[in-house]
Nanobody, 116 residues
Framework: QAQLVQSGGGLVQPGGSLRLSCAASRFTLEDHTIGWFRQAPGKEREAVSCISSDRTTYYAGSVKGRFTISRDNAKNTVYLQMNSLKPEDTAVYYC??????????WGQGTQVTVSS
């Protein structure tokens, strides 16, 4: 069964860094757009960043300049490097893969907590 497996996340102090990974199993990420989303308690899910198959990237204004999305097709994995983390970045982060016009595959989610 095709799936996305996330790793990374955890607890970090404000100003710190984390890297999230999103690895595909039983399908190839290379021809998919991969998105990262997050959902904080009591808030709606929001798009954080995405990268297309031609490596075009998008970032939400709140993370631009601090987060970097990248893909390693050889490892069938997409990464989200998060620097200068703020308490407001605290959320459950999800990756998702879109072969065309919708995100058909979702990762299991990983908690990111930014707190001193």
């Amino acid at each position: 069964q095709a799936q996305l497996v996330q790793s990374g996340g955890g607890l970090v102090q404000p100003g710190g860094s984390l890297r999230l990974s999103c690895a595909a199993s039983r399908f190839t990420l290379e021809d998919h757009t991969i998105g990262w989303f997050r959902q904080a308690p009591g808030k709606e899910r929001e798009a954080v960043s995405c990268i297309s198959s031609d490596r075009t990237t998008y970032y939400a204004g709140s993370v631009k300049g601090r987060f970097t999305i990248s893909r390693d097709n050889a490892k069938n994995t997409v990464y989200l490097q998060m620097n200068s983390l703020k308490p407001e970045d605290t959320a459950v982060y999800y990756c998702a893969a879109s072969p065309r016009n919708s995100y058909d595959y979702w990762g299991q989610g990983t908690q990111v907590t930014v707190s001193s």
